[in-house]
């Protein structure tokens, strides 16, 4: 059977980059339980469009949980109070009837807002341009035991790569830092035989362009690792800054 | 190498290795401190032992090599805590979230770790007031000449026990070294396995291993202080 819920929301506005911002608090009745909170966002949206007023801005495209688009810090949490989901697969049950939901954009230096919920990711990309590739053209599909990995390395490189860049370890940490994406993003290649070859090169330029951007230095508090929708492990920032040092003693 | 601590990496190792290193020098301090303890298990009459740990701390030609080193170990590890933590919350931005931080299982200690270092430097001043000028004859002090047993022999040396004592009669005294105690084990809580992850050393079958271990460094350290602290002022 059907539930509908009534929810008051206080979202972030915030008209362009240099705008100040402010909370707005609007009223959606009649909510569906089954329905995702991005739909609800949709509903809002509309609604706020019928009233001839300017619909939230907010980030989206797939909507299944691979694309990296949705952010969102709802309630104290990056992507809802809900564990190792993205924000469009947050359900509206994990939501009580009568309750005020806070949403806001993410919040760190590197991340400005651009309008209302939606922040300025570019600085993900920048980093990914820095070395987050393999330069070489590894060909077609190769026979599965072409080139033998060992099934842990295969698990833990396949593990990293789910990092999808939404930037909720950045937007959870306290010092703004970006090293559980870094580490995610050398760790899944370093692991690899194709990988393996530019790692030491990788692993430089991309600490440096994260570096540069502004991001701020890991303290392993872990709250990146907890709020991850990936549920990518801190372990791998660890095998960042064992790959950073000996590429650096290297030189 | 040429610009390695130019890097956020590379800052963070110089935190992770002098760190190391004061934990270190707190394993040898405290391993002299227990002495205050050991004096009648041992059979040594009061102070003898802890005075002959003074003597050889004193002479040791090795400790007046390594003195200066952990003078820097303590700079380095202060200077780059306050440039790291400068830098991160120039990161953070300046707008908080309304909705506050309702992330759990995020440890207490990773995230207050300057606090806790602030009262870890101020209780570093007060004991630096209280021993380490007097001894270095920074501050006025006239110890008796006393002997002990030395390697065998019998050396002649400062009465540092009885300075120690003293100071541990008082219960202000005594308070602040047992906050400072406590301080020191949750900052260790943390700051051990921290330190592992930092230098590289740390993937998903030692993140627990470490967590332990820190867990157990900080209870010696931390609890060890605090029991030689307590017991002077309790027993002695």
């Not at chain 1, 909510?31 to 329905?35: A, F, L, P, R």
């Not at chain 1, 109070?81 to 993205?86: A, G, M, Y």
């Not at chain 1, 359900?91 to 994990?94: F, P, Q, V, Y």
């Not at chain 1, 070395?131 to 590894?138: A, D, H, L, Q």
């Given at each position: 059977m059907e539930k509908t819920i009534n929810l008051t929301l206080k979202v972030w506005r915030q008209n362009g980059p240099r705008e100040k911002g402010r909370f707005e608090t609007y009223k959606v009745n009649n909510?569906?339980?089954?329905?995702s909170f991005l739909e609800m966002m949709d509903i809002l949206n509309e609604q706020l469009i019928n009233e001839n007023k300017e619909p939230v801005a907010f980030d989206h495209d797939c909507?299944?949980?691979?694309?990296?688009m949705c952010s969102l810090y709802i309630n104290g949490r990056p992507h809802g109070?809900?564990?190792?989901?993205?924000t469009c697969q947050l359900?509206?049950?994990?939501f009580n009837d009568g309750d005020t939901i806070t949403i806001e954009p993410w919040r760190s230096a590197a991340f400005p807002?651009?309008?209302?919920l939606i922040v300025n990711r570019h600085a993900f990309d920048q980093i990914i341009a820095a070395?987050?590739?393999?330069?070489?053209?590894?060909?077609?599909v190769p026979d599965a035991n072409a080139i033998p990995i060992p099934k842990k390395d295969a698990d833990d490189s396949m593990d990293a790569a789910?990092?999808?860049?939404?930037?909720a370890c950045v937007a959870a940490c306290k010092n703004g830092s970006a090293m559980l994406f870094v580490s995610a993003k050398v760790s899944h290649l370093a692991l690899l035989p194709q990988g393996r070859v530019e790692a030491a090169r990788r692993a430089k330029a991309m600490v440096a362009k994260m570096d540069e951007l502004g991001f701020g230095n890991c303290t392993n508090t872990g709250a990146c690792e907890v709020e991850c929708p990936k549920s990518i492990s801190l372990s791998n920032i660890a095998r960042l800054n064992r790959e950073f040092l000996s590429a650096k003693l290297k030189d | 190498m040429s610009n390695l601590l130019t890097a956020s990496i590379g800052r963070k190792l110089l935190m992770s290795i002098s760190g190391l290193f004061l934990i270190l020098f707190l394993f040898v301090h405290l391993t002299i401190n227990s002495f205050l303890l050991l004096d009648g298990v041992l059979g040594f009459e009061e102070g003898q032992l802890f005075n002959a740990g003074v003597h050889f701390m004193g002479t040791n030609p090795l400790i007046k090599i390594i003195e200066p080193v952990l003078a820097l170990g303590f700079l380095v590890h202060i200077v780059y805590s306050l440039i790291l933590t400068f830098q991160n919350m120039k990161a953070r931005g300046p707008q908080r979230y309304a909705s506050g931080k309702k992330t759990k299982g995020v440890e207490w200690t990773s995230q207050n770790m300057l606090p806790l270092g602030i009262a870890i430097f101020a209780f570093l001043v007060v004991h630096i007031y209280n021993f380490y000028m007097k001894m270095k004859g920074i501050l006025p002090w006239e110890p008796a000449e006393v002997e002990f047993p030395f390697f065998g022999l019998t050396a002649t040396g400062e009465d540092a026990y009885t300075m120690v004592h003293e100071t541990f009669q008082n219960l202000g005294i005594v308070i602040v070294y047992v906050i400072g105690s406590i301080a020191l084990a949750f900052h260790l809580t943390h700051g051990f396995w921290s330190a592992f992850q930092t230098i590289g050393w740390n993937n998903n079958i030692w993140m627990p291993r470490l967590k332990v271990i820190s867990s157990v460094v900080a209870i010696i350290l931390g609890g060890g202080f605090t029991v030689i602290a307590l017991a002077q002022y309790l027993f002695f």
């Open positions: 909510i569906s339980t089954d329905s909507r299944e949980g691979i694309c990296g109070p809900d564990d190792d989901v993205t359900h509206m049950r994990k807002v651009i309008k209302d070395g987050g590739y393999v330069s070489v053209s590894t060909g077609g789910s990092c999808i860049g939404c930037g | -």
